[in-house]
């Protein structure tokens, strides 16, 4: 027999094995197996078996790691697609399915020897711990033991030498082992033991005094079973001690796995909710094909605050009712404490949560839960929709629209799209939701291929905002007569970017008690440095990018790669003092508010005091609970939050963004603005949004201020078809780079070559290769060729990705290793 192997490597091909008779019969589909590749040990995963082989040698697997398969064949199909579409390492997809660090590696590890006992009691070692870890050795359930094991099951450190000094005297020998290195958490059970009856007498023979013996005994005899931890907390027993009881056979001492799970911080009340009309129409659409078991996507476009996540929870009941399981993807976990704790309430421990901030063990002990079916709902991130369930019937995908689905390393699935595809394997409803959804997913709905359900209204009493949209190049809007003197005051101290609208309106907020939200979707002080002296621009040594200025830390840092210096405020080309700040970010706002209003609790929030994730679910808790009023800060605060009391929010500069060289710049801007305006005016009382702009003359200020999506996805449509972008055609990027810029464009200019020569049917609108705006990044000047594929002669892009098949392979091939050539199909990031 013979396996098809996917290593755990970025490689592009699988790999032969012979599998040796005894291994035979657990060799099986979805498995992972340790192999020997060169000269590396590596794990990989059997995705095919073969009774023969066209090749001439092929070595053995080494070892089968699982007793059953991680993977199951719908998932295999699954991660197939995946590579096959996205040109991505068929094993990187593969072990996006499985924790990382729960593959195997080799370690040394030690046994009794045979006679172990014998040898032990004739040589004489004198020193308490050598009996310490004989005594663990044989209370183990395993037979081979690390030192680090024994070292954490026995409470001492450095036993390396003693364990040398066994070895040597034949009484423990070597072995190697595979281990993982993430383990499963035990925790030691205490119950009664065969000879509990005579323990007095028994304890007498072995001159065991201690009180702590029998007061240890006392309780288990009571209580039955209970855990070591509190036996040791109530007593003081040790736990060599306790395994010497154990070894009279007075206690039992047994293992007890326990799941570690990630505890959150955010809670709210519960209430009590009955969906509207509007919900309840939704609902009955979408039970309509969970009752009868076939894939459909729909599309839920409900503007914000019209309960979209009741939605959700109610047709994931019906799922779970029916037997089945379901996934629910968010943009970014920690953003999403809301959604999350909503579900907690409704299914409890069937929920597990899936997202980077998990321990090595939670997620383990996740991946395992979901494996045995104890979960039944998995949110999290894109990587959730990886997760083994199980009979899926349901995969929501909230905020659908946002660009964090698609990921940028490899392999660079989009994690909507992929939902689409793998609802369909399990004949599962998708649920796309969104108030602003992807203009890729509205004319899916528009044309047929998704089902649209509509939200139209929010719940309750609560209506949509006031928007007005507030020209910063317009000087003197303002001037009635009751706001006079207030605005004379503050026109000596007032900075360009807070409007006078602005700061009044904030100003009657906090005397109404009320709660504001102050987007600023820019981070640090300033966002650049320039001299007038010499024009300078203070930049990255590293890539192309202007460094931006952050006063707390005092340092220059490059958004991007991370790189800062402090600042001095001298120029570092010229010494000159004459340094020019350019655009105020979230640190300047918070300053500037705090100045204007002193006494207001204003909390910051973006990426730079987000440290954790508790601290963020604490400032979320605060802002709930009315401690904070003002709460400011980068795009973080523009999504998904729910929170009653806030009735103003303020856009400070609604154009950072809209000019990037990007097709989907317009509709970013609409989607964030029209999100963070979503944030106000929750509840009874209404609520108002300012936006600030120089160019208020934008179509797509008006739609943002009239809520008028509809209108705005036409209009945009439009422009979209006269240029070919997607959703009419689908755009892959071919990137180069390199530390050398000639070499990285000679490579560039060869590539595009071999594309348009590639392309025999002439389907492919191929561009030649530009720098793109941030034409250096970490030293590694960059290059792009833009492939545009029309939907209408490729439809499903099999074209277009067997194009780019030859691609990779004449890359790999052909151009130069320094250049580094990377795929990005359905590309999201184009700068
Ligand atoms: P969306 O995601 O559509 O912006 P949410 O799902 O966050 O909106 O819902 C907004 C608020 O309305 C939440 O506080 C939710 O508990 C509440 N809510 C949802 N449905 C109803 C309903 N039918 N009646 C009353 N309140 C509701
Ligand atoms: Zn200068
Ligand atoms: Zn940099």
Redesign the pocket.
Known sequence: MFAEVALDLPLYSLFTYSIPDHLADEANEGKRVVVTFGKRTVTGIIVGLSKSTHLKKVIPIKFISDKTPVISRELLSFCKWISDYYIAPPGEVLFSCVPRKSNLSSTLKYELSDGAKEKFASAGLRSRIYDEIMNVFSNADDKALTVKQVEKRSGLSNLKKYFENLSDKNILSQVTGYELPTKEKFEKIVSKGKEIGDYEIILKEHKLRSPKYSDAIKIVDERKKIDYKELAAKTGITLTQLLTLSELEILRVTDKRVMREHEGEYEELK?E????EH?QNALNKISESIDIGSFRSYLLH?????????VYIKVASKCIESGKTVIVLVPEISLTP?LIH?FKVVFNNTVGTIHSKLSDGERLDTFDRILSGEIKIVIGARSALFAPLKNIGLIVV?EEHDSSYKQETSPKYNGRDAAVYRASLNNAVVLL?S?TPSMESYHNAATGKYTLVH?PE???DSIMPEIRIVDLSDKDSFDEEEKKDFLETLEKSRVRFLSKEMIFEIGRRLLLKENMIILQNRRGYHSYLECRTCSNVEMCERCHIALAYHKEAGLMKCHYCGYSRAYTGLCSKCNSRAITPKGAGTERVEEELQKLFPRAVIVRMDSDTLTSRRKYEKILKDFYDGKIDILTGTQIISK?L?F?NVTLVGVINADIGLLNPDFRATEKTFQILTQVS?RSG?SNKRGEVLIQTNHADYFVFNSVKSHDYKGFYEREIRLRKELTYPPFSRIALVELKSENLTQAGNSAKELFTFITQSDKKKILNVFPPVQPLFSKLKDKHRFHIMIKSPKDRDPAGSYLASILRKTRHHSLSEISRSVMVTIDVDAVNLM
């Open positions: 209430k909710i009955e969906l509207n919900q409900g503007v914000t605050g019209s309960g979209k996540t009741e809301q909503r909230d939701g108030a939200l929010r719940v309750s998904g729910d009653p979503g929750r």
